[in-house]
């Protein structure tokens, strides 16, 4: 396969290239890339045309520590605005919390949910997912993922998901699914949702490997 420097990366994604540098203002260093992002020049163009943005995600930071939302909460505490919202989160003591980490890799994502995917129940959603992605590998982000990727924009100002909100595919102790959004001034929210729950702006941002 071809693939991209990350310099012809940023050139195709601009801005919307969140590197290990972003989210270093917040958890430290993280481990370093490859120094080439294994996508087809012309399939990343289209992507960034239409509304993706490149990430590298890490599961731990350069000195080991698991990039967990604990850790995310714990890292952005003093600041709402790029943080999640409430002093003390429902979520930060449980084990999706604290064990749920990204995959490591560069990966695309969906910047807003896909529109056919909004107003679906979860299982309606997946439908409406597997159809557009067709023979390429999308998938819901985990919702540690949705975090890190929100929070990396954040770290330079861009507020991801500020009227819209991803269900991930994590699922919460109570049987349902975390949702993550609402990204205002008073923070990023975290919501367990049930499967049958739909409205027009809950939907899916999903992730494809590069």
Same mark, same amino acid.
């Given at each position: 396969?071809?693939?991209?420097?990350?310099?012809?990366?940023?050139?195709?994604?601009?801005?919307?290239?969140?590197?290990?540098?972003?989210?270093?203002?917040?958890?430290?260093?993280?481990?370093?890339?490859?120094?080439?992002?294994?996508?087809?020049?012309?399939?990343?163009?289209?992507?960034?045309?239409?509304?993706?943005?490149?990430?590298?995600?890490?599961?731990?930071?350069?000195?080991?520590?698991?990039?967990?939302?604990?850790?995310?909460?714990?890292?952005?505490?003093?600041?709402?605005?790029?943080?999640?919202?409430?002093?003390?989160?429902?979520?930060?003591?449980?084990?999706?919390?604290?064990?749920?980490?990204?995959?490591?890799?560069?990966?695309?994502?969906?910047?807003?949910?896909?529109?056919?995917?909004?107003?679906?129940?979860?299982?309606?959603?997946?439908?409406?997912?597997?159809?557009?992605?067709?023979?390429?590998?999308?998938?819901?982000?985990?919702?540690?993922?949705?975090?890190?990727?929100?929070?990396?924009?954040?770290?330079?100002?861009?507020?991801?998901?500020?009227?819209?909100?991803?269900?991930?595919?994590?699922?919460?102790?109570?049987?349902?699914?975390?949702?993550?959004?609402?990204?205002?001034?008073?923070?990023?929210?975290?919501? *367990?949702?049930?499967?049958?729950?739909?409205?027009? *702006?809950?939907?899916?941002?999903?992730?494809?490997?590069?």
């Amino acid at each position: 396969m071809a693939s991209l420097s990350l310099a012809e990366a940023r050139q195709v994604f601009g801005a919307r290239l969140l590197g290990p540098d972003r989210l270093a203002r917040v958890l430290g260093d993280l481990p370093a890339p490859p120094d080439s992002v294994a996508i087809e020049p012309e399939f990343a163009t289209r992507l960034a045309r239409e509304g993706c943005g490149l990430v590298w995600r890490a599961a731990t930071t350069a000195d080991g520590r698991p990039v967990t939302l604990a850790r995310l909460h714990e890292a952005t505490a003093g600041d709402r605005s790029r943080g999640f919202k409430g002093d003390e989160p429902w979520f930060v003591d449980l084990p999706f919390a604290t064990e749920e980490t990204p995959e490591t890799g560069w990966a695309v994502f969906a910047l807003a949910p896909w529109p056919e995917t909004l107003n679906r129940t979860f299982g309606a959603g997946d439908a409406a997912l597997r159809q557009r992605a067709g023979a390429h590998l999308w998938r819901r982000r985990r919702a540690v993922e949705i975090a890190f990727d929100c929070l990396a924009a954040a770290a330079t100002g861009e507020r991801l998901l500020e009227h819209a909100w991803d269900w991930s595919g994590t699922p919460s102790t109570d049987g349902g699914l975390l949702t993550l959004g609402g990204f205002g001034a008073s923070g990023l929210e975290v919501i *367990a949702y049930s499967r049958a729950v739909k409205h027009d *702006a809950l939907g899916i941002c999903p992730t494809l490997p590069a």
